[in-house]
T-cell receptor, first 113, second 111 residues
C-alpha cells in the first residue's frame, strides 16, 4: 500500500502566485517527514525535516507544516528559480535504525515569469 | 566536502553486459543507500548499509543485482546481466543523522 501520496502531480503558477503542495502519509508512529527539492539531472536536495504535528519550518519562500495525516509545502510569491520537483518522504517505521526513507512520487512545480 | 560522488554519470550498455556503478559517500557518514528512480515508480530504495554492513536488501529486484561496501569510503552496485528494464537513474546517498544527502546519480541505459 502507498505510504506517501503527493498532490498535485504537476502545478504551474505565475511568478508571485502563492500556492501549496500536499503530502499525505499513512504510516503510524511517524518518526520524521522530509521534504526534498530535485532539479532536472540532479539528485534530490534536502530542504526540511518535521517530526511532530504542529511543527513548522521555513526557508526563504518555502514553509513546511505538519499535521497528524499530512504535510504542506507552502510557496509564497514564487520565482522562476523555484521551479523543480518537490519530493516528500517518511521514515519507514519498519526500517532498522530509523534511516529508511519512503518517497512519494513528487510534485513537478513550474513557475512562469 | 565534495558531497556524495558517483561514477560514471552516464552509462550506455547492451543487454547482457555487466554494469558496475560506484559511489563515494560523504566522509564521516555511517549510512549508505542505493536508490533507483524511474518515471513510473519514482524513487525506490534498493539496499542500505550501516558501518559497511548491509542492513536491508529487500528492495533489490533480482539476483542480477548485487551491492558491496568494502570500506567506509566506497560502495558498488553491480548488475549482471543487465536488461533493458534496468534503465533508470541510480542514486547513492549517505547520512549520519536521519537526513540523506544524495549524489548526482548515474543514468543507465540498457539497449
Amino acid at each position: 500500500e502507498d505510504q506517501v501520496t503527493q498532490s498535485p502531480e504537476a502545478l504551474r503558477l505565475q511568478e508571485g502566485e502563492s500556492s501549496s503542495l500536499n503530502c499525505s502519509y499513512t504510516v503510524s508512529g511517524l518518526r520524521g517527514l522530509f521534504w526534498y527539492r530535485q532539479d532536472p539531472g540532479k539528485g534530490p536536495e534536502f530542504l526540511f525535516t518535521l517530526y511532530s504535528a504542529g511543527e513548522e519550518k521555513e526557508k526563504e519562500r518555502l514553509k513546511a507544516t505538519l499535521t497528524k495525516k499530512e504535510s504542506f509545502l507552502h510557496i509564497t510569491a514564487p520565482k522562476p528559480e523555484d521551479s523543480a520537483t518537490y519530493l516528500c518522504a517518511v521514515q519507514d517505521p519498519a526500517g532498522q535504525g530509523a534511516q529508511k526513507l519512503v518517497f512519494g512520487q513528487g510534485t513537478r512545480l513550474t513557475i512562469n515569469p | 566536502d565534495a558531497g556524495v560522488i558517483q561514477s560514471p554519470r552516464h552509462e550506455v550498455t547492451e543487454m547482457g553486459q555487466e554494469v558496475t556503478l560506484r559511489c563515494k559517500p560523504i566522509s564521516g557518514h555511517d549510512y549508505l543507500f542505493w536508490y533507483r528512480q524511474t518515471m513510473m515508480r519514482g524513487l525506490e530504495l534498493l539496499i542500505y548499509f550501516n558501518n559497511n554492513v548491509p542492513i536491508d536488501d529487500s528492495g533489490m529486484p533480482e539476483d542480477r543485482f548485487s551491492a558491496k561496501m568494502p570500506n567506509a569510503s566506497f560502495s558498488t552496485l553491480k548488475i549482471q546481466p543487465s536488461e533493458p528494464r534496468d534503465s533508470a537513474v541510480y542514486f547513492c546517498a549517505s547520512s549520519y543523522q536521519p537526513t540523506l544527502f544524495f549524489g548526482p546519480g548515474t543514468r543507465l541505459t540498457v539497449l
